[in-house]
Nanobody
Framework: QVQLVQSGGGLVQAGGSLRLSCAAS????????MGWFRQAPGKEREFVAA????????YYADSVKGRFTISRDNAKNTAYLQMDSLKPEDTAVYHC???????????????????WGQGTQVTVAS
């Protein structure tokens, strides 16, 4: 089993930056693609960004492309989401996720993920 523990998040003014972390523990050798999703009140959980196990392949939702950066440090079993130029519409609960399927390089669909973090609130004030 794998546990994902998130940190970071909080309240920031529009145009500001935040960094989210997602630390994996347990059977981390079974962790391959990792990603971030977000869910705003009254909305479905939506894809934000994903990264392959090697870190060499990245994919972003159009809404965050050019502003957010996903990365990972496999030596620390940790994934990151650097969020810059934040907008009020980025306000949501952010969840990290990990896949145990090595055949799915950069999963962008939530059903392809096996493990989820506890979620962290990001609030962007206008």
């Amino acid at each position: 089993q794998v546990q994902l523990v998130q940190s970071g998040g909080g309240l920031v003014q529009a145009g500001g930056s935040l960094r989210l972390s997602c630390a994996a523990s347990g059977r981390t050798l079974s962790v391959y693609g990792m990603g971030w999703f977000r869910q705003a009140p009254g909305k479905e959980r939506e894809f934000v960004a994903a990264i392959s196990w090697s870190g060499g392949f990245l994919y972003y939702a159009d809404s965050v492309k050019g502003r957010f950066t996903i990365s990972r440090d496999n030596a620390k079993n940790t994934a990151y989401l650097q969020m810059d130029s934040l907008k009020p519409e980025d306000t949501a609960v952010y969840h990290c996720a990990a896949s145990k399927d090595p055949s799915v390089g950069i999963p962008t669909i939530k059903t392809l993920y096996d493990y989820w973090g506890q979620g962290t609130q990001v609030t962007v004030a206008s």
